[in-house]
């Protein structure tokens, strides 16, 4: 491998970098901006996110946002990890494939799509929009996320797992609660953080089955932001921005830390 | 007290027409789809037996170990364990335990956790659980290992847990599954004796599967022999060995020089084979083979002497060429071209550090053996 930093390489380097986070370091820095006027710089301040927690509309989307999430989430794990084990475990009935396919349909159906149906669905059955159909939308959304996560983890599970439990005398009942959920449960928990992120950051179906009282966080964000950009909004994206970093390098310190202890733990044992 | 080797040697209900069979495989078949992997099998394990069920992959084996254990139901037959039907009883009902050939250890959980599973499942007071375990741990010499997780252990050490774990419950049948086929040749060898010791200290019917024809040899007080689903042979591993009941079994344990031929002749003593690319050959026990039948001779290479002059008090003695020679310390094996074409293998104990008949490539070399060295097969 050539390790030598030639023009080029720094070049597309800092050409790729900045592709990718020069929209949001400019998100993030005029969101400490003095001036009012979004493009113009006057001086720093922290004035935008005092005022942000006064903003009972946008406090309110954002708790909103927040039980949608946890609450589809934590259905759409669920069922989707029924789902998955039902793909992997039972692979001769009858439109298995029919089943899958319809499954997995919603990660490249288009949103709009989605949600047009959903709405269709709702009026038809009259029920009022707001908070309850936001989630069902969500979960019908996130569902099948997770089942992608948590089926390619069950491919990947020694059966002999569970016939050894049972052969020890666990009823398939005990077995799937004693073994083979602890086993799968960090892919099911990677399916949960995916299914909130995407409850988080959906735009277009909450904006479709949303109602009065129900306004999620990107949807008062956008309307906000039709009346103009404010560094208000700024700083709520900035916060937004934080909580998924965090998350994300929490995730990974801990995932690399746990990597690090399996490996020097088997060394250990291979000396005996 | 009498010594293991002597209970071992006095134990042989196979060959007592009162002993009680204890597990019964009755005319069993068991079908995936159009392939028949257990085909009208039966046969017949003793309490107390250590058996091994030898064969290439897919000739059964493992099925019916799976059947046993209650992963899979016979398509057709029945087994049963102490008089029992077995049919319609899962798995987590069978007095039986299985140790895997991947171990399967609970990746979750604690060595000593892994070994109580079975036990916390049959409602057992916690300091009896205790107990066991703290018994398991010491029989597997794994005492200081009872905190670590499976992923934290070498090889050698899980195979040990995953016996511990399938022992722990004092089932009636231990089911062994390849248990040591992920181990290296070694530990292999030293594990192989253990196993024995621990199945005589328990006390337990151990029904092993392998592939390895030394393990079978090593630890079975009797082996079956499958291929394609159906019994070959079940006998201990000498006559398996010295008796073989077909060509399959032949080629299949150890090595074998087989000469295709006829019976020529047939008198009270001996019988006269008259090989395809011309050898004459003398044996004492051809068995059942009528004259004119077409018969095979087989013979272990380790029953030829190899030697430059012709023996004088031969009864069989056949010429050739030394063709190829493998010096592996303990032994040396030659291949010899007969005259008439036919490889022959001899293989000779090198028993002093040189040899008074020093034999090298291409060296004429004459093989001869008794005639009571091999054996006529007729299937």
């Not at chain 1, 990718?20 to 301040?45: D, H, R």
């Not at chain 2, 499958?226 to 008796?243: F, I, N, R, S």
């Not at chain 2, 344990?253 to 050898?279: C, L």
Request: charged share 20%; glycine share 6%.
């Amino acid at each position: 491998m050539n390790a030598t930093w030639s023009r080029f390489n720094i070049t597309s380097i800092v050409l790729g970098f900045a592709f990718l986070y020069l929209p949001i370091v400019l998100l993030i820095v005029f969101s400490f901006n003095e001036s009012k006027l979004v493009t113009v710089w006057g001086g720093f301040s922290t004035k935008w996110y005092v005022s942000l927690f006064h903003n009972q509309g946008l406090m309110d989307a954002a708790w909103v946002t927040a039980r949608v999430g946890v609450i589809s989430a934590t259905v759409a794990t669920v069922l989707g990890t029924l789902a998955a084990l039902t793909l992997t475990r039972y692979t001769r009935f009858r439109g298995r494939v029919l089943f899958s396919g319809m499954v997995f349909a919603p990660l490249v159906m288009p949103e709009v799509i989605t949600g047009l149906s959903l709405l269709l669905l709702f009026v038809a059955v009259g029920l009022d929009r707001g908070f309850f159909t936001v989630t069902l939308a969500h979960i019908t959304l996130t569902m099948c996320f997770v089942a992608v996560v948590v089926q390619s983890r069950l491919i990947s599970f020694d059966r002999s797992l569970e016939e050894a439990a049972m052969d020890l005398g666990a009823t398939p009942v005990k077995t799937f609660f004693q073994i083979t959920l602890p086993v799968i449960m960090p892919a099911i928990v990677s399916g949960w953080m995916l299914a909130f992120t995407l409850s988080l950051d959906d735009l277009v179906i909450a904006s479709f089955t949303s109602g009065p009282g129900a306004t999620t966080l990107p949807m008062k964000i956008y309307s906000q932001v039709r009346l103009g950009v404010t560094p208000e909004i700024n700083a709520a994206c900035t916060i937004l921005i934080a909580v998924v970093a965090i998350g994300v390098i929490i995730a990974s310190l801990a995932n690399k830390r746990r990597e690090v202890q399996r490996q020097l733990d088997e060394r250990a044992a291979q000396r005996g | 007290m009498k010594s293991l080797g002597s209970i071992r040697r006095d134990f042989a209900p196979w060959n007592d027409p009162n002993a009680k069979p204890y597990i019964q495989f009755d005319n069993v078949t068991k079908k995936f789809g159009d392939f028949t992997a257990v085909n009208n099998l039966s046969l017949t394990i003793f309490e107390r037996e250590f058996f091994a069920l030898l064969g290439a992959s897919g000739c059964g084996k493992s099925t019916l170990l799976r059947m046993l254990a209650g992963f899979e139901e016979p398509t057709a037959g029945r087994i049963l364990l102490d008089g029992q039907d077995l049919r319609g009883i899962p798995p987590y009902r069978r007095p039986v335990n299985m140790m895997f050939q991947s171990y399967a250890l609970f990746p979750h959980m604690t060595v000593e956790n892994n070994i109580a599973f079975g036990l916390k499942q049959d409602g057992m007071p916690k300091p009896e659980i205790a107990a066991r375990v703290a018994e398991m741990l010491k029989l597997v010499k794994l005492e200081q290992f009872a905190k670590r997780k499976p992923h934290q252990l070498s090889g050698g050490q899980r195979q040990r847990v995953a016996l511990a774990r399938s022992v722990a419950k004092r089932p009636k049948v231990l089911l062994l599954d390849e248990p040591l086929g992920a181990l290296d040749k070694k530990l292999r060898e030293e594990t192989q004796f253990e196993l024995m010791d621990l199945q005589q200290k328990l006390g337990l019917t151990f029904v092993v599967v392998t592939h390895d024809q030394e393990e079978a040899m090593t630890m079975a007080d009797r082996i079956a022999i499958l291929d394609k689903g159906e019994v070959m042979q079940v006998a201990t591993p000498p006559e398996v060995y010295e008796a073989p009941a077909s060509r399959f079994v032949a080629h299949f344990v150890g090595n074998v020089n087989m000469f295709e031929g006829k019976v020529a002749e047939r008198t009270a003593q001996t019988t006269r084979i008259a090989g395809a690319t011309g050898a004459q050959i003398v044996v004492e026990n051809a068995g059942d083979a009528a004259a004119g039948a077409d018969i095979v001779f087989a013979i272990r290479p380790e029953k030829i002497r190899i030697s430059s002059r012709k023996p004088a008090d031969a009864v069989n003695a056949l010429e050739g060429e030394v063709y190829d020679i493998a010096y592996l310390g303990d032994m040396t094996v030659y291949h010899v071209r007969l005259d008439d074409g036919q490889m022959v293998r001899a293989s000779t104990m090198n028993a002093a550090r040189v040899t008074d008949d020093p034999l090298s490539w291409n060296d004429r070399a004459w093989v001869s053996f008794r005639s009571d060295a091999g054996v006529v097969l007729t299937r």
